[in-house]
Protein backbone atom coordinates (compact mmCIF):
# COMPACT_ATOMS: atom_id res chain seq x y z
CA UNK A 1 0.00 0.00 0.00
CA UNK A 2 2.81 1.99 0.70
CA UNK A 3 6.53 3.02 -0.31
CA UNK A 4 7.95 4.46 2.50
CA UNK A 5 10.93 7.33 2.92
CA UNK A 6 12.75 5.07 5.22
CA UNK A 7 15.10 5.31 7.78
CA UNK A 8 18.62 6.46 7.30
CA UNK A 9 20.59 9.93 8.18
CA UNK A 10 21.98 12.44 5.20
CA UNK A 11 25.01 11.72 3.09
CA UNK A 12 27.87 11.10 5.20
CA UNK A 13 29.80 13.93 3.65
CA UNK A 14 27.12 15.97 4.58
CA UNK A 15 26.65 14.88 8.15
CA UNK A 16 30.22 15.27 8.53
CA UNK A 17 30.28 19.00 7.34
CA UNK A 18 27.25 19.70 9.28
CA UNK A 19 28.27 18.25 12.60
CA UNK A 20 31.65 20.04 12.17
CA UNK A 21 30.61 23.39 11.27
CA UNK A 22 28.46 23.31 14.27
CA UNK A 23 30.81 23.18 16.91
CA UNK A 24 32.64 25.94 18.47
CA UNK A 25 35.46 26.11 17.64
CA UNK A 26 37.30 27.26 21.11
CA UNK A 27 40.81 26.21 20.47
CA UNK A 28 41.12 28.52 17.85
CA UNK A 29 39.08 31.15 19.54
CA UNK A 30 36.66 31.20 16.53
CA UNK A 31 32.40 30.37 17.24
CA UNK A 32 30.84 28.77 14.47
CA UNK A 33 28.59 30.84 11.58
CA UNK A 34 25.83 27.72 12.82
CA UNK A 35 23.97 26.97 15.80
CA UNK A 36 22.15 23.59 16.05
CA UNK A 37 18.21 23.46 15.62
CA UNK A 38 18.50 21.97 19.30
CA UNK A 39 20.04 24.95 20.69
CA UNK A 40 17.61 27.22 18.54
CA UNK A 41 14.83 25.37 19.69
CA UNK A 42 16.14 26.12 23.31
CA UNK A 43 16.10 29.45 22.96
CA UNK A 44 12.43 30.09 22.91
CA UNK A 45 11.39 30.58 26.12
CA UNK A 46 7.17 31.02 25.73
CA UNK A 47 7.28 34.23 24.23
CA UNK A 48 8.46 35.48 20.73
CA UNK A 49 12.09 36.43 20.62
CA UNK A 50 14.51 38.44 18.05
CA UNK A 51 17.52 36.02 17.29
CA UNK A 52 20.24 38.35 18.27
CA UNK A 53 23.75 37.75 17.76
CA UNK A 54 23.99 37.49 21.57
CA UNK A 55 21.23 34.94 21.72
CA UNK A 56 22.92 32.64 18.57
CA UNK A 57 26.40 32.82 20.59
CA UNK A 58 27.58 34.84 16.96
CA UNK A 59 25.80 32.23 14.62
CA UNK A 60 23.66 33.45 11.77
CA UNK A 61 22.81 30.01 9.84
CA UNK A 62 21.14 26.55 11.31
CA UNK A 63 21.01 23.77 8.72
CA UNK A 64 18.69 21.30 8.24
CA UNK A 65 16.67 18.81 5.79
CA UNK A 66 13.41 19.60 4.32
CA UNK A 67 10.33 16.87 5.37
CA UNK A 68 7.84 19.34 4.17
CA UNK A 69 6.23 19.13 0.45
CA UNK A 70 4.08 21.56 -0.62
CA UNK A 71 3.17 20.16 -3.65
CA UNK A 72 1.90 16.74 -1.91
CA UNK A 73 -1.02 19.26 -0.24
CA UNK A 74 -0.57 18.64 3.44
CA UNK A 75 1.41 21.27 5.30
CA UNK A 76 0.72 24.52 7.19
CA UNK A 77 0.45 27.14 4.82
CA UNK A 78 3.46 28.74 4.10
CA UNK A 79 5.88 26.84 6.13
CA UNK A 80 8.77 24.78 5.03
CA UNK A 81 9.62 22.09 7.94
CA UNK A 82 12.85 20.81 8.66
CA UNK A 83 15.08 18.21 10.75
CA UNK A 84 18.66 18.01 11.21
CA UNK A 85 20.52 14.71 12.45
CA UNK A 86 23.70 14.45 14.70
CA UNK A 87 24.98 11.55 16.92
CA UNK A 88 22.21 9.88 18.27
CA UNK A 89 19.86 12.89 18.31
CA UNK A 90 16.84 14.10 15.52
CA UNK A 91 15.17 17.79 16.11
CA UNK A 92 13.26 19.74 13.73
CA UNK A 93 11.67 23.20 13.04
CA UNK A 94 9.46 25.04 10.97
CA UNK A 95 10.51 28.23 8.90
CA UNK A 96 7.90 30.34 8.16
CA UNK A 97 8.58 31.01 4.14
CA UNK A 98 5.38 31.91 2.68
CA UNK A 99 4.62 31.02 -0.68
CA UNK A 100 7.82 30.28 -1.92
CA UNK A 101 8.03 26.97 0.12
CA UNK A 102 6.96 25.33 -3.09
CA UNK A 103 10.27 26.29 -4.18
CA UNK A 104 11.99 23.67 -1.88
CA UNK A 105 11.57 19.55 -2.27
CA UNK A 106 11.71 16.72 0.22
CA UNK A 107 15.20 15.79 1.13
CA UNK A 108 17.16 19.52 -0.11
CA UNK A 109 19.54 20.14 2.63
CA UNK A 110 19.57 23.90 3.07
CA UNK A 111 21.29 26.45 5.43
CA UNK A 112 19.01 28.69 6.19
CA UNK A 113 20.20 32.55 7.74
CA UNK A 114 17.98 33.21 10.71
CA UNK A 115 19.88 36.16 12.74
CA UNK A 116 17.51 38.86 13.16
CA UNK A 117 14.71 36.52 12.75
CA UNK A 118 11.87 36.20 15.17
CA UNK A 119 11.37 32.59 16.88
CA UNK A 120 7.60 32.62 17.45
CA UNK A 121 5.08 29.55 18.64
CA UNK A 122 1.48 29.38 17.48
CA UNK A 123 1.19 25.97 18.34
CA UNK A 124 3.97 24.84 17.10
CA UNK A 125 8.13 26.79 17.10
CA UNK A 126 9.13 28.48 13.87
CA UNK A 127 10.97 31.01 12.63
CA UNK A 128 9.35 34.15 10.88
CA UNK A 129 10.13 36.05 7.52
CA UNK A 130 12.45 34.02 6.28
CA UNK A 131 13.20 35.03 2.59
CA UNK A 132 14.41 33.35 -0.59
CA UNK A 133 17.41 35.02 0.14
CA UNK A 134 18.41 33.51 3.54
CA UNK A 135 18.25 30.31 2.20
CA UNK A 136 21.16 28.42 0.16
CA UNK A 137 20.28 24.73 -1.45
CA UNK A 138 23.28 22.61 -0.46
CA UNK A 139 22.27 19.01 -1.73
CA UNK A 140 19.53 16.43 -1.96
CA UNK A 141 19.02 13.67 0.00
CA UNK A 142 17.53 10.78 -1.13
CA UNK A 143 15.91 9.28 1.98
CA UNK A 144 14.52 10.37 5.45
CA UNK A 145 15.21 9.22 8.90
CA UNK A 146 12.17 8.28 10.15
CA UNK A 147 11.29 7.55 13.79
CA UNK A 148 8.79 5.24 15.18
CA UNK A 149 7.52 7.00 18.80
CA UNK A 150 4.47 6.48 21.14
CA UNK A 151 2.48 9.11 22.03
CA UNK A 152 3.44 8.78 25.92
CA UNK A 153 7.13 9.31 24.49
CA UNK A 154 6.02 12.73 22.18
CA UNK A 155 3.90 14.50 25.78
CA UNK A 156 7.32 13.19 27.72
CA UNK A 157 9.40 15.10 25.37
CA UNK A 158 7.50 17.26 22.82
CA UNK A 159 10.80 20.01 21.88
CA UNK A 160 12.65 16.29 21.14
CA UNK A 161 9.52 15.29 18.43
CA UNK A 162 8.10 18.41 17.28
CA UNK A 163 8.97 19.18 13.78
CA UNK A 164 10.17 15.47 12.90
CA UNK A 165 9.28 13.16 10.50
CA UNK A 166 7.97 9.88 12.98
CA UNK A 167 5.53 7.04 12.97
CA UNK A 168 2.99 5.94 15.46
CA UNK A 169 2.04 2.00 15.37
CA UNK A 170 -1.06 1.28 16.50
CA UNK A 171 -3.20 4.28 16.87
CA UNK A 172 -7.11 3.87 18.01
CA UNK A 173 -9.41 6.80 16.30
CA UNK A 174 -11.65 8.30 18.84
CA UNK A 175 -14.73 8.27 18.44
CA UNK A 176 -14.77 5.11 16.47
CA UNK A 177 -15.68 7.02 13.38
CA UNK A 178 -19.17 6.31 11.53
CA UNK A 179 -19.26 4.81 8.00
CA UNK A 180 -17.81 7.36 5.00
CA UNK A 181 -16.63 10.14 7.59
CA UNK A 182 -12.99 11.13 6.13
CA UNK A 183 -10.15 12.62 7.20
CA UNK A 184 -10.45 16.04 6.13
CA UNK A 185 -10.16 18.21 8.89
CA UNK A 186 -9.02 17.02 12.45
CA UNK A 187 -9.25 14.19 13.71
CA UNK A 188 -8.42 12.64 17.17
CA UNK A 189 -6.12 8.92 17.64
CA UNK A 190 -5.59 7.28 20.81
CA UNK A 191 -2.20 6.18 21.30
CA UNK A 192 -1.62 4.20 24.61
CA UNK A 193 -2.96 6.77 27.26
CA UNK A 194 -2.40 9.92 25.00
CA UNK A 195 -4.48 11.54 21.91
CA UNK A 196 -3.01 13.14 18.72
CA UNK A 197 -4.71 14.60 16.42
CA UNK A 198 -4.55 14.11 12.72
CA UNK A 199 -4.47 17.23 10.92
CA UNK A 200 -5.25 17.10 7.05
CA UNK A 201 -6.14 20.48 4.64
CA UNK A 202 -9.38 19.90 2.56
CA UNK A 203 -7.75 19.90 -0.49
CA UNK A 204 -5.11 17.20 0.52
CA UNK A 205 -5.35 15.03 -2.47
CA UNK A 206 -5.85 12.42 0.25
CA UNK A 207 -8.86 14.58 2.14
CA UNK A 208 -11.66 11.37 1.20
CA UNK A 209 -9.75 8.89 2.50
CA UNK A 210 -12.18 7.09 4.61
CA UNK A 211 -11.19 7.11 8.44
CA UNK A 212 -10.43 2.90 9.91
CA UNK A 213 -11.19 2.45 13.09
CA UNK A 214 -7.30 1.43 13.75
CA UNK A 215 -4.13 3.14 11.87
CA UNK A 216 -0.14 3.23 11.43
CA UNK A 217 0.24 6.45 10.44
CA UNK A 218 3.40 9.06 9.54
CA UNK A 219 3.70 12.25 9.12
CA UNK A 220 5.09 15.53 10.46
CA UNK A 221 4.83 16.28 13.78
CA UNK A 222 3.72 19.90 15.04
CA UNK A 223 2.30 21.43 18.22
CA UNK A 224 -1.79 22.36 16.80
CA UNK A 225 -2.14 25.38 16.27
CA UNK A 226 -5.87 25.18 17.70
CA UNK A 227 -5.66 22.77 20.74
CA UNK A 228 -3.03 23.63 23.09
CA UNK A 229 -1.05 21.46 24.76
CA UNK A 230 -2.33 18.87 22.01
CA UNK A 231 0.52 17.41 19.01
CA UNK A 232 -0.63 16.64 15.91
CA UNK A 233 0.54 14.87 13.05
CA UNK A 234 0.45 15.80 8.85
CA UNK A 235 0.36 13.14 6.51
CA UNK A 236 2.07 13.90 3.35
CA UNK A 237 0.35 11.49 1.44
CA UNK A 238 -2.15 8.42 0.99
CA UNK A 239 0.18 6.03 1.90
CA UNK A 240 1.25 7.58 4.77
CA UNK A 241 -1.94 6.25 6.76
CA UNK A 242 -2.32 2.50 6.63
CA UNK A 243 -5.57 0.81 8.04
CA UNK A 244 -4.96 -1.60 10.49
CA UNK A 245 -8.01 -1.97 11.96
CA UNK A 246 -8.73 -5.80 13.78
CA UNK A 247 -10.90 -8.27 11.32
CA UNK A 248 -14.51 -8.56 13.10
CA UNK A 249 -14.28 -12.17 14.90
CA UNK A 250 -16.16 -15.04 13.88
CA UNK A 251 -18.96 -15.76 15.96
CA UNK A 252 -17.85 -19.30 16.29
CA UNK A 253 -14.50 -18.75 17.91
CA UNK A 254 -16.63 -19.21 21.29
CA UNK A 255 -16.01 -18.07 24.73
CA UNK A 256 -11.96 -18.11 26.36
CA UNK A 257 -10.36 -19.59 22.65
CA UNK A 258 -6.96 -19.18 24.88
CA UNK A 259 -6.00 -19.10 28.46
CA UNK A 260 -2.77 -18.19 30.20
CA UNK A 261 -1.28 -21.29 31.86
CA UNK A 262 2.47 -20.74 33.03
CA UNK A 263 4.46 -17.58 33.25
CA UNK A 264 8.52 -17.20 34.20
CA UNK A 265 8.64 -14.16 35.59
CA UNK A 266 12.13 -14.92 37.40
CA UNK A 267 14.59 -16.72 35.28
CA UNK A 268 17.77 -17.49 36.85
CA UNK A 269 20.30 -14.55 36.18
CA UNK A 270 18.84 -11.22 34.69
CA UNK A 271 15.57 -10.61 33.55
CA UNK A 272 15.84 -8.81 30.35
CA UNK A 273 14.66 -10.99 27.03
CA UNK A 274 14.05 -14.14 29.31
CA UNK A 275 10.30 -13.80 30.26
CA UNK A 276 7.91 -15.57 29.07
CA UNK A 277 4.45 -16.65 29.06
CA UNK A 278 2.37 -19.75 28.51
CA UNK A 279 -0.94 -20.22 27.03
CA UNK A 280 -3.26 -22.95 26.25
CA UNK A 281 -5.64 -23.16 22.56
CA UNK A 282 -9.34 -24.04 23.63
CA UNK A 283 -9.91 -23.71 19.70
CA UNK A 284 -8.14 -23.60 16.08
CA UNK A 285 -6.72 -20.45 15.47
CA UNK A 286 -4.76 -18.50 12.93
CA UNK A 287 -3.45 -15.47 14.29
CA UNK A 288 -2.68 -14.17 10.91
CA UNK A 289 -6.46 -14.50 10.22
CA UNK A 290 -8.06 -13.51 14.07
CA UNK A 291 -4.93 -11.85 15.90
CA UNK A 292 -4.91 -11.13 19.35
CA UNK A 293 -2.00 -9.55 21.64
CA UNK A 294 -1.06 -9.92 25.19
CA UNK A 295 -0.19 -6.88 27.42
CA UNK A 296 1.88 -7.01 30.57
CA UNK A 297 2.44 -4.77 33.25
CA UNK A 298 4.55 -3.60 35.89
CA UNK A 299 3.43 -0.86 38.22
CA UNK A 300 6.39 -0.52 40.35
CA UNK A 301 6.06 2.88 42.08
CA UNK A 302 8.48 4.72 39.99
CA UNK A 303 7.67 3.36 37.04
CA UNK A 304 6.09 6.21 34.36
CA UNK A 305 3.90 7.08 33.64
CA UNK A 306 1.71 8.04 36.25
CA UNK A 307 4.57 7.12 38.72
CA UNK A 308 3.19 5.77 42.27
CA UNK A 309 -0.42 6.14 40.98
CA UNK A 310 -2.79 4.02 38.82
CA UNK A 311 -2.48 3.66 35.29
CA UNK A 312 -3.56 6.72 33.21
CA UNK A 313 -4.82 4.04 30.26
CA UNK A 314 -4.82 0.84 31.90
CA UNK A 315 -3.52 -1.74 30.19
CA UNK A 316 -3.18 0.44 27.23
CA UNK A 317 -1.05 3.08 29.96
CA UNK A 318 2.12 1.92 27.93
CA UNK A 319 5.72 3.47 28.80
CA UNK A 320 6.98 1.52 31.38
CA UNK A 321 4.08 0.57 32.80
CA UNK A 322 2.03 -1.83 30.28
CA UNK A 323 4.08 -3.33 27.63
CA UNK A 324 2.29 -5.13 24.33
CA UNK A 325 3.17 -8.63 22.23
CA UNK A 326 0.93 -8.53 18.93
CA UNK A 327 -0.13 -12.35 18.44
CA UNK A 328 -0.02 -11.98 14.32
CA UNK A 329 1.45 -14.57 12.52
CA UNK A 330 1.63 -18.42 13.24
CA UNK A 331 -1.05 -20.63 14.48
CA UNK A 332 -2.15 -23.19 17.10
CA UNK A 333 -4.24 -26.40 17.28
CA UNK A 334 -6.93 -26.93 19.97
CA UNK A 335 -5.28 -28.65 23.08
CA UNK A 336 -1.91 -26.79 22.49
CA UNK A 337 0.44 -25.13 24.50
CA UNK A 338 2.20 -21.70 22.91
CA UNK A 339 4.70 -18.81 24.10
CA UNK A 340 4.76 -16.02 24.28
CA UNK A 341 8.40 -13.65 25.60
CA UNK A 342 11.72 -12.66 24.91
CA UNK A 343 13.53 -13.25 21.77
CA UNK A 344 16.22 -15.29 23.96
CA UNK A 345 14.12 -18.39 24.52
CA UNK A 346 15.21 -19.90 26.98
CA UNK A 347 14.11 -21.98 29.67
CA UNK A 348 15.53 -20.04 33.18
CA UNK A 349 17.56 -17.33 31.73
CA UNK A 350 21.07 -17.27 29.91
CA UNK A 351 23.09 -19.94 29.17
CA UNK A 352 19.95 -22.31 30.23
CA UNK A 353 17.81 -25.19 27.82
CA UNK A 354 16.41 -23.83 24.44
CA UNK A 355 12.85 -23.29 23.93
CA UNK A 356 12.83 -22.61 20.26
CA UNK A 357 11.44 -25.73 19.52
CA UNK A 358 8.12 -25.17 21.40
CA UNK A 359 5.54 -23.09 19.72
CA UNK A 360 6.29 -19.21 19.98
CA UNK A 361 3.95 -17.17 18.23
CA UNK A 362 5.77 -13.83 19.57
CA UNK A 363 9.03 -13.09 20.90
CA UNK A 364 10.85 -9.58 20.76
CA UNK A 365 13.94 -8.16 22.07
CA UNK A 366 11.40 -5.88 24.41
CA UNK A 367 14.90 -5.07 27.18
CA UNK A 368 15.84 -2.80 24.29
CA UNK A 369 13.05 -2.37 21.61
CA UNK A 370 9.90 -2.02 23.75
CA UNK A 371 6.80 -3.87 22.66
CA UNK A 372 4.58 -3.66 19.32
CA UNK A 373 2.94 -0.59 19.29
CA UNK A 374 2.89 -0.43 23.48
CA UNK A 375 5.42 0.13 25.85
CA UNK A 376 8.94 1.02 26.06
CA UNK A 377 12.32 -0.64 26.51
CA UNK A 378 11.80 -2.50 29.49
CA UNK A 379 14.15 -5.15 31.18
CA UNK A 380 11.44 -6.41 33.49
CA UNK A 381 8.17 -6.71 32.25
CA UNK A 382 6.98 -9.35 34.82
CA UNK A 383 7.59 -8.12 38.36
CA UNK A 384 9.59 -10.15 40.63
CA UNK A 385 8.15 -8.85 43.95
CA UNK A 386 6.49 -5.92 45.17
CA UNK A 387 3.04 -4.20 43.81
CA UNK A 388 0.91 -6.70 41.22
CA UNK A 389 1.70 -6.94 38.24
CA UNK A 390 0.19 -9.77 35.61
CA UNK A 391 -0.94 -9.72 31.78
CA UNK A 392 -3.84 -9.83 30.48
CA UNK A 393 -5.36 -11.51 26.82
CA UNK A 394 -7.14 -9.62 23.68
CA UNK A 395 -8.66 -9.86 20.96
CA UNK A 396 -6.74 -8.14 18.27
CA UNK A 397 -3.72 -5.99 18.67
CA UNK A 398 -4.85 -2.47 18.95
CA UNK A 399 -6.41 -1.62 22.68
CA UNK A 400 -7.53 1.77 24.42
CA UNK A 401 -8.32 2.59 28.42
CA UNK A 402 -11.38 0.74 27.60
CA UNK A 403 -10.84 -2.11 26.17
CA UNK A 404 -11.84 -5.61 27.73
CA UNK A 405 -9.57 -8.43 28.27
CA UNK A 406 -10.66 -12.15 27.65
CA UNK A 407 -8.43 -13.44 29.91
CA UNK A 408 -6.39 -11.91 32.90
CA UNK A 409 -4.09 -13.34 35.76
CA UNK A 410 -2.20 -10.93 38.35
CA UNK A 411 0.21 -11.34 41.04
CA UNK A 412 2.15 -9.75 43.26
CA UNK A 413 1.74 -7.82 46.59
CA UNK A 414 -1.26 -6.00 48.29
CA UNK A 415 -0.65 -2.44 47.49
CA UNK A 416 -3.17 -0.70 45.83
CA UNK A 417 -1.67 3.30 45.19
CA UNK A 418 -0.80 2.01 41.66
CA UNK A 419 -3.48 -0.25 41.30
CA UNK A 420 -6.77 1.06 41.44
CA UNK A 421 -8.40 4.79 42.01
CA UNK A 422 -12.18 3.83 42.21
CA UNK A 423 -13.14 7.30 42.35
CA UNK A 424 -11.77 8.16 39.27
CA UNK A 425 -11.86 4.74 37.92
CA UNK A 426 -8.51 4.19 36.87
CA UNK A 427 -7.34 0.55 36.70
CA UNK A 428 -6.89 -2.48 35.05
CA UNK A 429 -9.84 -3.73 33.87
CA UNK A 430 -10.78 -7.27 34.47
CA UNK A 431 -11.69 -10.37 31.99
CA UNK A 432 -14.39 -12.56 33.04
CA UNK A 433 -13.03 -15.85 33.82
CA UNK A 434 -12.58 -17.96 36.94
CA UNK A 435 -11.32 -15.51 39.56
CA UNK A 436 -12.06 -11.98 38.22
CA UNK A 437 -15.55 -10.67 37.38
CA UNK A 438 -17.09 -7.04 35.86
CA UNK A 439 -20.13 -7.60 38.26
CA UNK A 440 -20.11 -8.54 41.52
CA UNK A 441 -21.71 -12.13 41.40
CA UNK A 442 -23.62 -11.70 44.93
CA UNK A 443 -24.64 -8.01 44.27
CA UNK A 444 -24.44 -7.00 41.14
CA UNK A 445 -22.65 -4.06 41.49
CA UNK A 446 -20.04 -2.78 38.99
CA UNK A 447 -16.43 -3.56 39.65
CA UNK A 448 -14.63 -3.40 36.08
CA UNK A 449 -10.87 -3.24 37.84
CA UNK A 450 -8.66 -5.58 39.28
CA UNK A 451 -8.62 -4.57 42.82
CA UNK A 452 -12.32 -3.29 43.30
CA UNK A 453 -14.73 -5.42 44.82
CA UNK A 454 -14.08 -9.10 44.58
CA UNK A 455 -11.40 -8.65 42.00
CA UNK A 456 -8.66 -9.21 44.74
CA UNK A 457 -7.24 -12.62 43.17
CA UNK A 458 -3.55 -12.87 42.72
CA UNK A 459 -0.57 -15.39 42.46
CA UNK A 460 1.82 -14.33 45.52
CA UNK A 461 5.57 -13.46 44.91
CA UNK A 462 7.76 -16.80 45.27
CA UNK A 463 11.27 -16.54 47.42
CA UNK A 464 13.96 -17.22 47.35
CA UNK A 465 14.39 -14.90 43.86
CA UNK A 466 16.55 -15.65 41.07
CA UNK A 467 16.48 -19.31 41.09
CA UNK A 468 13.99 -19.50 38.42
CA UNK A 469 10.65 -20.53 39.36
CA UNK A 470 8.15 -21.40 36.37
CA UNK A 471 4.87 -20.21 37.62
CA UNK A 472 2.05 -23.36 36.36
CA UNK A 473 -1.33 -22.32 36.37
CA UNK A 474 -2.96 -25.13 37.10
CA UNK A 475 -6.47 -26.05 36.33
CA UNK A 476 -9.76 -27.68 34.22
CA UNK A 477 -11.41 -26.07 31.26
CA UNK A 478 -14.21 -27.80 29.35
CA UNK A 479 -13.75 -26.94 25.87
CA UNK A 480 -17.39 -27.77 24.91
CA UNK A 481 -19.20 -25.06 27.75
CA UNK A 482 -16.25 -23.13 27.49
CA UNK A 483 -16.07 -23.01 31.44
CA UNK A 484 -13.37 -23.42 34.50
CA UNK A 485 -14.91 -26.69 36.03
CA UNK A 486 -11.72 -26.13 38.58
CA UNK A 487 -10.39 -22.27 38.54
CA UNK A 488 -6.45 -22.56 38.23
CA UNK A 489 -4.25 -22.53 41.06
CA UNK A 490 -0.43 -21.85 41.17
CA UNK A 491 2.22 -23.61 41.72
CA UNK A 492 5.72 -22.59 41.61
CA UNK A 493 8.04 -25.27 39.80
CA UNK A 494 12.11 -24.61 40.38
CA UNK A 495 13.68 -24.84 36.97
CA UNK A 496 17.17 -25.70 36.43
CA UNK A 497 19.48 -24.33 33.91
CA UNK A 498 19.56 -28.37 32.53
CA UNK A 499 15.49 -28.49 32.88
CA UNK A 500 13.83 -29.63 29.67
CA UNK A 501 11.53 -28.23 27.38
CA UNK A 502 8.94 -30.61 27.76
CA UNK A 503 8.61 -29.93 31.49
CA UNK A 504 6.74 -27.17 30.80
CA UNK A 505 4.07 -29.04 29.61
CA UNK A 506 3.85 -31.85 31.71
CA UNK A 507 2.96 -32.99 35.70
CA UNK A 508 0.16 -32.73 38.22
CA UNK A 509 -0.19 -28.77 38.49
CA UNK A 510 -0.72 -28.23 34.07
CA UNK A 511 -3.94 -26.88 33.07
CA UNK A 512 -6.09 -29.70 31.95
CA UNK A 513 -8.91 -29.91 29.41
CA UNK A 514 -11.81 -31.79 29.09
CA UNK A 515 -15.46 -31.88 27.49
Known amino acids: MKKSLNYIFLLPLLVLLMQSCEKRNFLEGRLSPYISIED ?23 RGVVISDVQLGNVPAG ?18 VGDIAANYRVGDSIAVNISNKQLKRAGFLYVDAVQAADIEV ?16 IYQRPHEFEGTYVQIIGGEMFPRPEAGQTFAGVKRMVNGADTLNIRTLPNAPFANLQVPRNVNVQGILLGDSDHAGVMAIWPRMASDILDVSDPEIPGDLGAMPLVFTGYCPDPEGGDGNYEYIQLRANADINFAEIPFSVVTTNNAGGNQPNAGAPPGAGWATGGARTLKFNLTEGSVKKGEFFYVGGHQKRISGANSTSLAELNWVRAIPYATSGGDGLGDANANILANSGNASGMALFVGTNINESTVPIDLVMFGGLGTSTIIDSVANLGYRVANNDHYRPFNAETGAAQPFFSMGSNQYRVPHFLPANVGFFIQLGGVFNTRTRTWETARGYNAKQ ?21
Open 138 to 153: IANVSRIYRRNVTASA
Open 495 to 515: LSKQSLASDLEVGEFVTRQTE
Open 40 to 62: LRQIHKGTDIQLTGALLSEAQQT
Open 79 to 96: MLIVQQAQPGKLHGIALN
